[in-house]
């Protein structure tokens, strides 16, 4: 990866493209630290930087800035949201149907339908923002609290957290144009690498200060755990790249036909199945319904001691094994439900008869269709349960060891491999592109 960027950074069209990238960023990063008016920061960081689940996952994609009340608080999750509703509802409603099979015009109406749902959900998480701030965490100045200046600093408040949102679509959407990789991507990516630096503190302080400062009262498990979650860590990145590339190939032969004096096809080939077909969403989902009461929740005042309310509320927690079974049950059955919307069996099977095209061993049309389903089932389910252990294994770390608040757990590991993979492909094919053209000239 590293001899790829300094390749790419002799050659001056690429260099332009890493400097704009990087610019972008840099912009990203000083929003995350400029925070909205009328919001008393520290009572908000000192609330949320000790809550687990959603809140801490927030904070990670927002690289901070949720936790700072930034302009940037809700980073790209209304576009991430917004994505996903509309790709949910181009399968089930025809006139989205529709357009998603118009080809390039097609793509830039749902891009437009994108951008406005983007917008009013930027509105809304911002309205749940406020509340949150106001109701939960009493975290708003004391010249804000009555009359018409609560009034004036929820508007305020409210439209600075969607217009940050808007912004960093566009922000992304001007990586997408005139700078490398995928925008949105880019900024997800640059957002948990700024928590690295805290994840390091962290686990400093759990070697130095907890561990050998205190080894004889019990600090020895601390200095045991600490490299060990070092290990694990470089372990899972090689688990994480090793089955981002993993797949299930489908030979395909295709017969030979003549037309005019020329004869085509004979050739063999495969179809490419990947085991992680539907990258991180299952766990986005997931994690989005599962922190759902808590969420909900935190639009209140804290519940009772010792009330019923309270009991159901500890059960959505990181600790819980209600949480870590229904976390990993909803990762499943989203990742089979992505897939499902992805590829259609029956479809592929008529494109192959269609270009007299079969799989060795199938007869054309039905039973062609039932073998690529079983196949996807197959691929599918190995590709949810990595899915799951990924998600799962800050909790279940956590569980068994007392150590949470592992900032940079199986999730955003799982998010930085991809991005750095998919962007250094970008950078090799722009480099092998430029490289033929100048062979050619």
């Not at 509802?89 to 891009?111: D, I, M, N, W």
């Not at 809304?124 to 009493?138: C, P, Q, S």
């Not at 372990?235 to 299930?248: G, K, N, Q, T």
């Not at 592992?406 to 490289?435: D, F």
């Amino acid at each position: 990866m590293f001899q790829t960027l300094i390749n790419a950074w002799k050659i001056v069209d690429l260099r332009k493209k890493l400097l704009y990238t990087l610019f972008i960023i840099l912009i990203f990063r000083i929003g995350s630290a400029i925070s909205v008016p009328f919001v008393d920061v520290e009572i908000l960081r000192n609330a949320v930087n000790g809550n687990e689940g959603f809140m801490a996952y927030l904070t990670l994609l927002s690289g901070g800035g949720f936790s700072n009340a930034s302009i940037f608080a809700l980073s790209i999750t209304p576009y991430i949201n917004a994505s996903i509703i509309i790709q949910l509802l181009t399968v089930a409603l025809p006139p989205l149907e529709r357009l998603s099979k118009e080809g390039e015009a097609g793509r830039k109406k749902l891009g437009a339908i994108t951008r406005y749902t983007t917008v009013g959900l930027g509105l809304l998480l911002g309205i749940a923002y406020y509340f949150m701030v106001r109701n939960k965490y009493g975290a708003l100045v004391s010249e804000a609290k009555t009359g018409f200046a609560q009034f004036f600093a929820a508007v305020v408040i409210i439209l600075c957290f969607a217009a940050g949102s808007t912004l960093m679509m566009w922000l992304g959407e001007q990586i997408n144009k005139k700078g490398i990789g995928n925008g949105i991507s880019i900024l997800l990516f640059a957002g948990i690498i700024s928590r690295a630096p805290t994840a390091a503190s962290y686990l400093w302080q759990l070697f130095f200060q907890t561990g050998i400062k205190y080894i004889d009262e019990g600090g020895l498990k601390y200095v045991i755990l600490v490299p060990l979650i070092l290990v694990l860590f470089l372990l899972m990145i090689a688990f994480i790249v090793f089955m981002s590339d993993a797949e299930r190939r489908i030979p395909v032969q295709y017969a030979k036909r003549v037309v005019g004096r020329k004869m085509y096809g004979g050739q063999s080939t495969y179809i490419p199945i990947k085991v992680n077909m539907s990258g991180v969403m299952p766990i986005i989902l997931a994690s989005a319904i599962v922190n759902m009461p808590n969420i909900i929740a935190g639009f209140f005042p804290d519940p009772a001691s010792g009330s019923f309310m309270e009991t159901f509320l500890s059960w959505f927690r990181e600790s819980s094994w209600v949480y870590i079974v229904l976390y990993f049950l909803l990762i499943i059955g989203f990742a089979f439900f992505y897939v499902t919307i992805q590829y259609n069996p029956v479809e592929m099977a008529n494109n192959l008869r269609k270009n007299s095209g079969a799989i060795p061993g199938y007869r054309p049309g039905k039973p062609t269709s039932d073998f690529i389903k079983r196949v996807l089932g197959k691929v599918t389910l190995i590709g949810a349960l990595f899915l799951g252990i990924i998600a799962l294994f800050p909790s279940l770390f956590g569980k068994f060891s007392g150590i949470y608040g592992l900032s940079l757990g199986g999730t955003s590991i799982m998010i930085i491999v991809g991005v750095a993979l998919e962007t250094t492909q970008q950078i090799e094919s722009q480099m092998m592109m430029r490289h033929y053209r100048g062979f050619l000239e």
